[in-house]
């Protein structure tokens, strides 16, 4: 499913509606995408509907970011700036992190290539190739989010 996003505004509704179908087993959710196309600012969003008071910044320093919520612990990973040798051990840990019970982001996935989970919810976040004010998200089907997906739909199409 793609969505066109035409504001900070259209985000963060996205963000709203997306935020509302998530529950305490959590999720493991992967972002790829155009450059600063709207990662950071879609999670932060999805965080502050989960009532995460801690300033969401980028990771990319740190490359992890933990976060208390009363729903299930948050991490937010930018695999942005991690070297080949840091890559490695990190993306061994990442399977831990995709266990039930835990909300998980990670941004620039595609750095940890086939280490992500088959069944991790993919979304990729681009411009368009017209109008630079637009910006699509597309939430990549598989068998485990086909629900959500259909959910996620009927709140931003209504
Ligand atoms: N829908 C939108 N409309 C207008 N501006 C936006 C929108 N989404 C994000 N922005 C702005 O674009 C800039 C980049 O956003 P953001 O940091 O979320 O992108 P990113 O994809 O995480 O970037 P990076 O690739 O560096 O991780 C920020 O200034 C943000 O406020
Ligand atoms: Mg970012």
């Not at 740190?62 to 612990?73: A, G, H, R, T």
């Not at 070297?83 to 835990?102: H, Q, T």
């Not at 993919?122 to 485990?144: G, L, M, Q, S």
Request: charged residues 30%.
């Amino acid at each position: 499913m793609k969505i066109k996003v035409a504001s900070l505004n259209e985000t963060k509704k996205l963000a709203q509606a997306f935020a509302s179908l998530i529950n305490e087993k959590g999720m493991f959710i992967t972002l790829t995408g155009d450059i600063g196309a709207g990662k950071t600012q879609f999670i932060r969003y999805i965080l502050e509907c989960l009532n995460v008071k801690d300033k969401v910044t980028s990771p990319s320093f740190v490359i992890l970011n933990e976060y208390k919520s009363s729903l299930c612990p948050i991490y937010h990973f930018d695999l942005y700036r991690l070297e080949e040798k840091g890559l490695k051990s990190i993306v061994s840990e990442l399977r831990e992190y995709s266990k039930e019970g835990n909300l998980t982001f990670i941004e620039w996935a595609e750095f940890a290539h086939d280490e992500i989970p088959n069944d991790a919810f993919k979304i990729n976040v681009y411009y368009d190739e017209d109008d630079v004010d637009i910006r699509w998200f597309e939430f990549i089907e598989n068998n485990n989010n086909k629900r959500f997906i259909e959910e996620l739909s009927k709140k931003v199409t209504k």
